[in-house]
């Protein structure tokens, strides 16, 4: 199995205009800082239904339960238990009916000489009067305020659901936008997109206008992830850019933690959304002192604005001296074929052009789409897992700092494809374990989805590393959004394979364990781009290839000729 389009180390002119102004210096560390803010507020938004949609334990509303005055046959004097029992029918499980109760109270139940005594099978009826929910862990979730159980269960999926569509709608709209209007530009307006709608979610007065404002929320989030990303990537020097994806990794770790750390307080998920959503505002001023891809600039034939960011930067650096001698002809000359190349404008469809960039667009997207799958069927469904879904986020956030710091010395030694090979297949060995061992060894159980959970964002981050190193900058953007388009379609798909939980429990986590080591071997298909510059052209791209694909016919022919 041959990598498409194996990788030399190629001199990219950027670079050298990057060494001059400074590749990690004041400007780089406060950009970064403030990306990785942006990256914790803004990636937990993701799951936070994990909380604000949980569904408690929950029963049919009684009236000799729940009536305070009911005291009809001597009921105030039973215990709880028995008028649970003479109200509530059991189901298979031979645990309490979620969804029906009695018609008449079943005084035979308790073995009392009674009206239905003789009765074997007594008529039941849905919960016509509403029902009664477990509040111990949360006073208020969605599914609480408009009773998403039963009948209506399947509409916390369509919750769920509605989010997922505008992500992957949002995937196909940033890519091609991001690389035409800049990085920062799209960032700000996706955003003020996501603060607006969802500080909006919490004053939802309706099941509908919730799933419209969260639609909106998810469209903002691809953009907001990819130009996040990019203005760091693009404004680092490659042998710092495994360090920013570990710092990437932590900040969404600690994003989580936060979560679960508000979750904990705010037990109302109306408060919990406003707790989440409105900082996002006050990053949102911030964002006016960011600075906009100098790479993107110049790649895109606006070379007297690349040339006025690479000043600043060489100012808020301390470069005074490069930043006086880097004129437009420093960058005209750096940059010639870049230059040259960006006079005619790309387009989405130059990326199935060149044939190592078309083999990639697919190679990605299919690993994208196992590895939406696998991410997200776990993400979504701790609940699943675990009762205390709370202590599960933030103790898998919290191992998740850890193992990030560790995972920087193997991304830095190993490569991205070994690190990936490995974090996948832990996870997905990880998830099959916690799945597989029975229920009674819980403790186990926990600890094994607790180390699947704590894998997730590292995993996320280095695969987004990877393909980024892999895309040129020209193109990168789009690139990011036929990925995602074509990956997030598993974002549907995700939610769905827990439906064969009908037929076997742990059916669906086989799939999602199984999916994540599938994709740790597909990284095998394509090149290693550790210390690689980034491509900054489709030309670049082609040149890795060749000059591969020289190198080696050259490696063969001295071999030969050594012989």
């Known amino acids: 199995m041959s990598p498409i389009g194996d990788s030399h180390s190629v001199p990219m002119a950027f670079q050298e205009l990057l060494n001059q102004v400074g590749s990690l210096g004041r400007f780089q560390i406060l950009q970064i800082s403030f990306v990785l803010f942006l990256v914790g507020l803004v990636v937990p938004h993701i799951t936070m239904e994990n909380f604000t949609a949980a569904i408690p334990n929950h029963r049919c509303w009684a009236p000799i339960l729940d009536n305070d005055t009911a005291s009809d046959n001597g009921s105030r004097i039973l215990s709880q238990d028995d008028l649970l029992r003479i109200s509530i029918p059991l189901d298979s499980n031979l645990r309490l009916d979620k969804c029906r109760r009695f018609a008449q109270p079943q005084w035979h139940l308790l073995h009392l000489n009674g009206t239905f005594s003789n009765e074997t099978e007594p008529d039941t009826e849905p919960c016509v009067d509403g029902w009664v929910y477990d509040r111990s862990n949360f006073l208020s979730t969605i599914v609480t305020e408009w009773d998403l159980v039963c009948e209506s269960q399947a509409l916390n999926s369509v919750a769920k659901f509605s989010f997922m569509i505008g992500l992957f709608i949002g995937a196909i709209i940033c890519g091609h936008l991001s690389d035409r209007f800049g990085r920062k530009f799209i960032l700000t307006c996706a955003l003020l997109q996501f603060a607006i709608t969802e500080t909006c979610v919490a004053f939802a007065p309706s099941f509908f206008i919730y799933c419209l404002l969260r639609f909106l929320a998810g469209m903002s989030v691809e953009p907001i992830s990819v130009n996040s990303h990019l203005l760091m990537l693009e404004w680092t020097s490659p042998k710092f850019l495994g360090m920013v ?94 230059l040259e190349a960006a006079k005619r404008k790309s387009s989405p469809r130059d990326l199935f052009h060149t044939p190592i960039l078309r083999k990639r667009i697919c190679v990605l997207s299919f690993m994208r789409y196992l590895f939406t799958i696998s991410i997200f069927g776990l993400s979504l469904h701790l609940q699943h897992l675990s009762t205390n879904i709370i202590l599960l986020q933030f103790l898998s956030s919290a191992l998740g700092i850890l193992i990030s710091v560790i995972g920087h010395f193997v991304l830095n030694h190993m490569g991205r494809r070994i690190t990936q090979l490995v974090l996948m297949s832990l996870r997905g060995i990880f998830m099959l374990t916690a799945v597989f061992v029975p229920q009674e060894m819980q403790t186990l159980r926990i600890i094994m989805a607790t180390l699947a959970a704590a894998l997730s964002s590292l995993c996320m981050c280095v695969s987004n590393l990877h393909i980024n190193e892999l895309l040129p900058t020209t193109l990168r953007a789009t690139g990011m959004g036929v990925i995602a388009m074509f990956g997030n379609s598993g974002l549907f798909l995700a939610p769905l394979f827990m439906l064969l939980a009908t037929y076997s429990a742990n059916l669906p986590w086989i799939f999602y364990g199984g999916f994540s080591i599938l994709y740790g071997f597909s990284v095998f298909l394509l090149p290693e781009t550790k210390n690689q510059p980034l491509p900054d052209s489709i030309h670049d791209v082609g040149n890795d290839w060749k000059e591969s694909r020289q190198a080696k016919e050259e490696d063969s022919i001295i071999k030969v000729t050594r012989f």
């Open 245 to 338: 994806a570990v710092l990437t990794s932590c900040a969404a770790s600690i994003g989580y933690m936060i979560l679960a750390g508000l979750a904990f307080l705010f037990r109302i998920w109306r408060h919990l959304q406003l707790a989440m959503s409105v900082p996002i505002f006050f990053f949102l001023i911030l964002t006016r002192w960011m600075s906009e891809s100098a790479r993107w600039l110049i790649v895109t034939n606006k070379p007297q604005k690349g040339l006025k960011e690479l000043r600043k930067v060489a100012h808020m650096n301390g470069m005074k001296n490069s930043g006086n001698t880097l004129t437009m002809e420093v960058v005209e000359a750096s940059m010639k074929n870049e």
